[in-house]
């Protein structure tokens, strides 16, 4: 694996070309009391780094900013520090950059994203980029709770029920992969025992400030461990590295 | 209720202040062998009239055309009659329309839709319109199976499993709710017992033909019937009445 | 002739190659105290339908919003009522249309356009896409009124002298076309005798409220009757026809 | 009259708040093999200086290039020299100009245009910058065409049909026009007597080369005169005189 | 040199293969109590019809208007008479008309500018473009103060010392431009010996007031002579005729 | 100084009023065989985070991708692993970035910036938004060369003539910052002694491939050192800090 933001160009191109680019997405949005703004970015990061590890991909620098935090999967706009691209900027921002790789001769690209909101986004500038690209190029979006079975589900969600993947924000499996990724990031002290009462089954605008709780916790995150976070890391990244095989190599 | 396109000026200007405006937004896209292309637009109007007739509403033309179909919710662009709009086109068709109604005075928009991939697009534009709308104005979303309990959810799902919202695609709920509003459009003799093999935990472009069935059905549509439309009809309405009077009333 | 919305795919994918697909345009307007909002919608769809009849042609689902009304067209878009698109935003939504036809293969496209105003848009959005489709499309856009003759003209306006077509808003020749396509939306018992006085020479913006008629009527509707409606029609619908099977068959 | 492009900006910031700006709007679009490509500015400059001198108002720089010429009033876009722009940019380019003149404080527009191509892009544009400009500025859109009587008309034709404005393409009242504000720039030994032998009736993309004449004369442009000129100027010029006057002084 | 305005259609198609088009784009932008608003405008169409004259180019209609002054290069926004674009419409207007000129065939483009602040959305414009332009096809940009070398500066800078170029704005050498392209626009009388005092090492917005002098002068004009203007035309020229030949003929 | 990163909305929401919040752009392009691609990220990281620790700043996630480096500014796009973004896009995402700060409540951001090519976009983004932002807030931007003062550039060049600051690409002052920044990216050994021979005195597109030298650099490297980067460091922050402190402290 190695970083594409401290590559040399020299090196860069000496890349072979079956080498797979690796694009980690995240956002800056509020993850509850306990967990850092750039929670999604760190999570990106760290799959990205290991599955770059696992097939010798090239990790390119982050997209640090992402689309508009929604109140069901991510708390919403109304809180501090929670920083939203607009839909048509984070679509420019991705097709850019893919473009950009193709031009560079790059065939095999991988998006991992770790924010929820960011899908439909990343799938528009990607299917714009399809339109007329290189016959042989592919690429491929990833996030990696869609990679967790049922049986790790399970495991990890031992004691508190499983709220589904939209609610699970700033949650058990976010938190478990933050004190394996940067747990020194995190403030279990300061994590309380709250969660969204009725989710809403529809959307309201202007967003009502009583959607989610005041902490910004939609799900419970109590049992979160780093165990669970390795848990997660290798079921998720052994996925990927399955994926990327099938697909890319 | 009252259908806009069937009215004059001279009637919409006689509305009243507390009257809710409802847009219904469908897709023309693959619904199996089966199903009508505008299978989605058709549910949203019929849900939108039904609304209107409870609320004493007023039903806007539909907006016919949605967002990009995608592989696992609805087939995927590569099926002959599927057209899909880029996001940048449905982010600006929902938001000027919106901005008129505000324009000439409405204060209550209910928004229909039945097209999954519609949901990150029209939220984009409402969120874009919100940022400056005048005080007291509310905007609603809502896709009729958000309001489906899980206990109508096993009425309908007595024989074949429930396979996720997404996969619901031309199968049973769907089936049942054109059985209800438009039987004359379903041709069951054609429906065939054929699903989605392996539900894609990735996207991947360009889009492989081989991951949906030719069929382009995602899931089992046996069993689907009329009277199952009904129950759908019955509760998502229900709830839908209930969110108007809650939020808008 | 079909209709695409009642299409299966399957059916729609068995169309032959010499198929001609019909996408009608119309706007939600105000048309006087006496013709439905969606008046210009009605007429483009009961063209499509007649010519799509003749020519074996499949009728694709309304685009049921068009752009600005202009005060000397259509009353322009004060007139509570009249949901008017931006520029661009009818541009792309045309745009995304015709491309995804032509990516379905679709060689042979017509416009039924009923709203004065959409023109220079249409035309726009059709010269973006011709700037690089593939050999041997044609796209044709028609608007009924250009294709009425003199001596038709004169018959219509046997009584009322013919105020140009510009002028020919909620007036004789719509009125007679809706008495034709659905006589249950005309309500000739509100029909005024009324028309603007002066017509602008010129463009001024903001746009006085005293420009035209507070009923939103141009022209003198008086004399309209179903029978007009049918010669219009029977002309219009021989020259689509003529122009169809000289360009396209 | 002042030329703002010679104004320093000193005698810029000492006009008084009655002062009316005055923006020329041309093309450069084939005329015949007899008038300039800047036929349409030198007409729109030409009108706007005689303007300016009667209504002591400050005429800007002229936007030298217009919208796509349109085969039945222009000739079309595959005449090499004719430069067409995109409706967007046409519409960017006017926006952003009069909302740097509302910026300064300008209260009166006038655009003054003689491409009639421009037409539906320039209103796009103002109406867009009046949806929020402050109270009690007035921006009017003028084309000559519309400002000409129809006892001029008589006289202007008085051997030659009037073939509708549209069609006056580089024909009888252009070709006065130029033999009036640069006569040196005509060539009427090159005119020859050709027009547009059917006016089409539908628009079809591709664009026939042979839909108009190959010289690109719409309509005859023999008994052109500089006195015609002269009526027309004097005509148009009385009404735009008559206009300002009445909405903006 | 012919002046493309000037010629009939027939004249331009006449040009040869190896012709070169050249745009002209300037600004308009307070030039302090002396010079015109336009004139960067007047210097680039002095270059373009010179060099034309020496290559037999073809010199195009200007771009009258710029992108947005900056204060440490033209005064910034807040001086009325200031006409600014914004970045996309400036980058849409060059690309369309470039895109038209390849349309047409030419595949020669020489673009002059003297405006500072147009460099960077010139360049994007033009780097849009090329990425699809046919084969063979070159487009040059050029600006008159690259083209001085150290010596003629030394010249004309006798008495004042050179400030750099981007504050050389309304200083000696535009003011010595202006004095040989249109002298008759130069107010030698106004001009006072003024200059920023402090250039700021940042930018901040909103910008202040106090930032540039009253009078928008930059640098000390004084020195200004034809003469001097002759001198960096005479080089200018030179250096851009050397740059056509090489790269063009 | 606090990573905003690492905040939890928590913290950041307990900022103060007078809080600056510091957005640090970088880009991704080649910098020669020596230093790494994200070059410019890291300077502006490594100033950001260094004035955020005398000002008690929030240094927020990096912009890690900026706009299209230049031929005689970075190298231009045509070297592999440089990575660049539309002019429209770059505009967009500091827009929106800027504009969340803002609803955030944000009155003081300062961006940092290390890539010559992106001042020209950032500007414009800033300009955009400041058109409507409120009262009181305030948007610095500053890129480190701009502060450096005569004489450091006499030290620095001790041996090597200083070739003007856009040439300074992957040269004695970018090695000596990353020798600062990050010692262990920086290869000396591969460091070659080349330059541009010729710079560009215009552009042409296509851009050639023998304008830089093959290495990427554009000027001598040699006598780079961690102390020159300390020195550069020291004047440019004591700038940044004085300047934070008179504009917005």
Redesign the interface.
Known sequence: MTL???????E??QRKDEDVVILPIGS?E?????????TD??ISEGFAELLGEHINGIV??????GY?S?PASGGG?L???????????L???V???IE??I???IKKIVIVNSHF?N???L??A?????KC?PEGT??????WW??ISQETIDKIFDEVPFPGWALEHAAITETSLILKFRPE?V?MD?LIDEKIEEVP???????PKDLVPKS?LLSIGRTSTKEKGDLIVTEALE?MIK?VKK?LL
């Open positions: 594409m933001a401290n590559m040399t160009w020299y860069f191109n800056v509020q993850h509850g009391p306990h967990l850092p703004l750039s970015t760190i390119m620098p982050s997209i640090n900013y508009k929604q706009p809180f501090p520090g929670t920083i939203d691209l607009n839909g048509l900027t679509i420019n921002l097709k850019d950059i950009e790789l031009r560079d001769g909101e899908q439909a986004f799938l528009e990607i299917d714009l980029v399809s690209m592919k690429i491929i979006m990833m996030s869609d990679l990031l403030h300061r089954k529809y959307q309201i605008y202007p967003i910004g996925q994926i697909e």
